[in-house]
């Protein structure tokens, strides 16, 4: 019968190697070390107590070998995460894209608002998509980045709003405000979601879209659909974002990005 050996699965929790199979060929590896180690104190005449401590004293810390199988794999690991986390933004970009023009079809034919006050500007259309998930996305990062405390994700999360919105103002100035609104608001819901509380996390959308109407009306005149409408998108693309990355906790966590 194989014999159990808790430091085995101490090294292996410590060095959280990103596959299963990582996993099963360390533990198979340092099984087949540790019988070794026992079989040469066994051999020495030495009683069970004795071999014990020799071999956790041969085999070494548990943290320093978890550490080196961790390096070992790191490179791995990190393109694992990458690959997750570009699947994540395309699913999240091609969700947003089919919610938006869902919302904004139906006000185009119920409300009878012309399609082209809805879509008007292919290219500003598209970036607003990607900033609703640039922001949803990097408030989910910075969740991952500081998962116990709120105040730090938050203000990792207005960081990064506060680079995007520079880097958008300068490259194409005030038609950057509604991409800035999109992203903020987006990333403003996603960290109300942690709060437990059914649909508070609506404030995120509604709250940013309302003081930026009032605010900026006079630059915003003639760009993009109306407020309200721009506020239907968001919430409904947020609400579906959530339904993404909750799917993407379940199927990766543990395996690719743990």
Known sequence: MTRHYPVIQQIIALAKLPHARYRLDIERELRDHLEDLEDEARSQGHDEAMIERITAMRLGNPQ?????????YAFD?????????????????????????????IAALLIRIPFADVSDGFYWEVLGLVAVTLGYCSAYLAERVFPTSFAKAASLSFSLTICVAAGLFSAIQVHAI????????????????RVHLPIVWLAGTVGLITMMALALRPLLAGQGPPPWLLWLGLTVSCAVLRRIVDLFEKLTLGRIVA
Do not use: N, Y
């Open 178 to 193: 509604l991409p800035c609104i999109a992203f903020a608001d987006a990333a403003f819901a996603r960290l109300l979601q």
């Open 77 to 105: 690991k990190w393109m694992r995460r990458a690959v997750a986390c570009t699947i994540l933004l395309l699913v999240s970009i091609a969700a947003v894209s089919l919610v938006v023009g869902t919302v904004q079809s």
């Open 64 to 72: 320093e070998i978890a550490a080196a199988f961790a390096s070992v």
